[in-house]
């Protein structure tokens, strides 16, 4: 894995170990980490797994799925590692993508519709939005834990009193910000929402000095991030753990 991807993977499995510490349901061991986040489908996941146990690892995992002791979904950045899927069903690939801010055009980004939240209440309207955006349950108790967090920022994009769109941006410990939860509810699509919030976070990374902005691109994500200088490092992949 080159330098660059792992520094793109490690922001996405900075903050879920961050929302895991927050909210007190971390798992860690030398092999691989978990977020079991109760009444929330994000970040409920097993990621981070040690290279070298790959396969040992992802067949304890399933086990302690199936027993309930760990979440059924697991995120991979190494598929290629991944031999046997009797057990898993694919459910994405994202593509893992920077932007290195030293040679982009400084930003110049000002949208009264885009507002940092803070409040309990505000937390309530991200974590309504994100759930529409993304199709999964986002817990607002979880939204307003980690907006108390410096290094993490959320924001909503709000027209005629309507929260359209949400995004959050991650500083992690090499100082790349990281940009998560880019989303827009059915009704607010096509008005190009998702890329006033891609710019407000890149004006954000830029006020803190963000050497790279790194993100994980859908298939339907890619060519926009692309227009903005972004450059694809590697992939991850998302499976469920089958019941029997």
């Given at each position: 894995?080159?330098?660059?991807?792992?520094?793109?993977?490690?922001n996405?499995?900075?903050?879920?170990?961050?929302?895991?510490?927050?909210t007190k349901?971390?798992?860690?061991n030398?092999?691989?980490?978990?977020?079991?986040?109760?009444?929330?489908?994000?970040?409920?996941?097993?990621?981070?797994?040690d290279?070298?146990?790959?396969?040992?690892?992802?067949?304890?995992?399933?086990?302690?799925s199936?027993?309930?002791?760990?979440?059924?979904?697991?995120?991979?950045?190494?598929?290629?590692?991944i031999?046997?899927?009797?057990?898993?069903?694919?459910?994405?690939?994202q593509?893992?993508?920077?932007?290195?801010?030293?040679?982009?055009?400084?930003?110049?980004?000002?949208?009264?519709?885009?507002?940092?939240?803070?409040?309990?209440?505000?937390?309530?309207?991200?974590?309504?939005?994100?759930?529409?955006?993304?199709?999964?349950?986002?817990?607002?108790?979880?939204?307003?834990?980690?907006?108390?967090?410096?290094?993490i920022?959320?924001?909503?994009y709000?027209?005629?009193?309507?929260?359209?769109?949400?995004?959050?941006?991650?500083?992690?410990?090499s100082?790349?910000?990281?940009?998560?939860?880019?989303?827009?509810?059915?009704?607010?699509?096509?008005?190009?929402?998702?890329?006033?919030?891609?710019?407000?976070?890149?004006?954000?990374?830029?006020?803190?000095?963000?050497?790279?902005?790194?993100?994980?691109?859908?298939?339907?994500?890619?060519?926009?991030?692309?227009k903005?200088?972004?450059?694809?490092?590697?992939?991850?992949?998302?499976?469920?753990?089958?019941?029997?």
């Open positions: 894995m080159s330098t660059m991807n792992s520094q793109i993977v490690g996405l499995f900075e903050l879920w170990s961050c929302i895991g510490e927050l349901t971390i798992t860690k030398d092999h691989y980490n978990a977020v079991s986040v109760q009444g929330s489908d994000w970040p409920y996941r097993v990621f981070q797994f290279i070298d146990h790959y396969a040992n690892s992802i067949e304890e995992v399933i086990g302690l199936l027993q309930g002791k760990l979440p059924e979904l697991i995120t991979i950045d190494q598929p290629s590692l031999k046997d899927k009797e057990h898993l069903q694919f459910l994405m690939s593509k893992n993508m920077a932007l290195d801010m030293s040679v982009t055009n400084h930003f110049h980004h000002d949208c009264s519709n885009i507002i940092s939240i803070n409040t309990e209440k505000e937390a309530i309207y991200f974590a309504e939005v994100a759930s529409r955006s993304f199709g999964y349950k986002v817990d607002s108790s979880v939204v307003y834990t980690i907006i108390q967090h410096e290094k920022k959320a924001f909503l709000t027209e005629n009193d309507q929260s359209l769109g949400c995004g959050i941006l991650f500083v992690d410990n100082n790349n910000a990281g940009f998560h939860m880019i989303g827009t509810v059915p009704e607010g699509r096509g008005k190009g929402i998702g890329k006033l919030i891609t710019e407000r976070l890149i004006v954000e990374a830029q006020n803190q000095d963000c050497p790279y902005c790194v993100l994980h691109a859908s298939a339907m994500g890619e060519p926009i991030y692309k903005y200088g972004f450059a694809v490092y590697g992939e991850i992949e998302t499976y469920r753990i089958l019941k029997d």
